[in-house]
């Protein structure tokens, strides 16, 4: 069984940028969350969707925006992108629409110059 | 304050030694306490997880709630080198929406 495909690995973008992140969960699972981890913040949630309708939101700002399709895949996506972007984005997927993220992906590791 | 602290590694123990790893909460309605375990370069991975208070055990893993003194520990016996890795605990009210501790860094020494 495939687990949480996130694309790409690894991204360099300058500021000002957008950038568009992408995550396949495991086949069945509807729920999908997002994080971003820094050294100095540690693991933020950032939204949670299921069944293509967000759940959960972060405290982050309006720049950070996401969405789910049909199939349960998810995007993310950061307008006007700061150096502070900078960071490792995670997804997890869940089967139940209750209990925690049992699933992450391997991450996107986003650099911001 | 975070509403989730963890204690500050890293941490350095002996192979087979019991390894406690402890963090505490402020949000009284949390209700999912989990721990995971994230090796460099990977995502984390759940290691177990509790409904409400209560021990859960699995293997060598022993997970502990106490929520009159919102404490959350995560006991390690037998450690293995294998066991290396950074250990996040995390609380959440609902599906969907952890909040996560800074990680303790647990190095095992063969």
Redesign the interface.
């Known amino acids: 069984k495939a687990g949480v495909t996130q694309t790409p690995r690894y991204l360099i973008k300058t500021r000002g940028q957008q950038v568009t992140l992408s995550c396949s969960p495991i086949s069945g699972h509807r729920s999908v969350s997002w994080y971003q981890q820094t050294p100095g913040q540690g693991l933020q949630f950032l939204f949670e969707y299921f069944s293509e309708t967000q759940r959960n939101k972060g405290n982050f700002p309006g720049r950070f925006s996401g969405r789910q399709f049909s199939n349960s895949r998810s995007e993310m996506n950061v307008s006007t992108l700061e150096l502070g972007d900078s960071a490792l984005y995670l997804c997890a997927s869940s089967l139940a629409p209750e209990g925690p993220e049992a699933f992450f992906g391997q991450g996107t590791r986003l650099t911001v110059v | 304050q975070k509403e989730v602290e963890q204690d500050p590694g890293p941490l350095s123990v002996p192979e087979g030694a019991i390894v406690s790893l402890n963090c505490t909460y402020s949000n009284s309605a949390f209700q999912?306490f989990?721990w995971?375990r994230q090796y460099s370069?990977?995502?984390?991975?759940?290691l177990m997880?509790t409904?409400s208070s209560g021990n859960k055990e699995d293997g060598r893993f022993t997970a502990q709630v106490d929520k009159s003194s919102k404490y959350i520990s995560l006991f390690i016996r037998d450690s293995q080198p294998s066991d290396s890795a950074t250990y996040?605990c995390?609380s959440?009210l609902?599906?969907?929406?952890?909040?996560?501790?800074?990680?303790t860094t647990l190095t095992v020494k063969p």
């Open positions: 999912y989990m995971y370069r990977k995502g984390p991975e759940l997880y409904y996040l995390a959440a609902n599906a969907g929406k952890s909040t996560f501790g800074d990680g």
